[in-house]
């Protein structure tokens, strides 16, 4: 009988820690909104740092090289949002799936990153 108690309370335990879809929708929509803030505040800081390399006379090369660093910081910060938001989203999916989902999460997320480093190395040239 006591045996039967521990297991119950092993199952009752198990049960609370999984999210139920309602917590993790509102998980997600954090985590969008969360997201949809960092990149604000990012296209604001990119657009105060070109500004100042317009007005500290920078020649054309400065300016470049500061709107080159603001996509990217930019585009990381997005890159971040959505892997946070794609990560939150496996949460919905059965307890079989979501390592694969987060797999593909991580390699969206390396991805992006990657096209991200390519892009200012580009654009610095």
Do not use: F, N
């Amino acid at each position: 009988m006591r045996w039967a108690g521990i297991a119950l309370l092993t199952v009752m335990a198990a049960c609370h820690s999984h999210k139920t879809p309602q917590s993790t929708a509102q998980d997600v929509e954090a985590a969008k909104q969360e997201a949809q803030h960092e990149v604000e505040q990012a296209r604001a800081e990119a657009a105060r740092g070109v500004k100042s390399a317009i007005k500290t006379g920078g020649g054309t090369r400065d300016v470049a090289q500061a709107k080159a660093t603001a996509a990217y910081d930019i585009a990381m910060i997005k890159a971040e949002g959505d892997h946070d938001v794609a990560t939150e989203k496996c949460q919905t999916l059965q307890a079989s799936m979501i390592q694969a989902c987060k797999d593909q999460a991580d390699a969206a997320y390396e991805t992006a990153k990657a096209a991200a480093k390519a892009t200012r190395t580009a654009r610095q040239q």
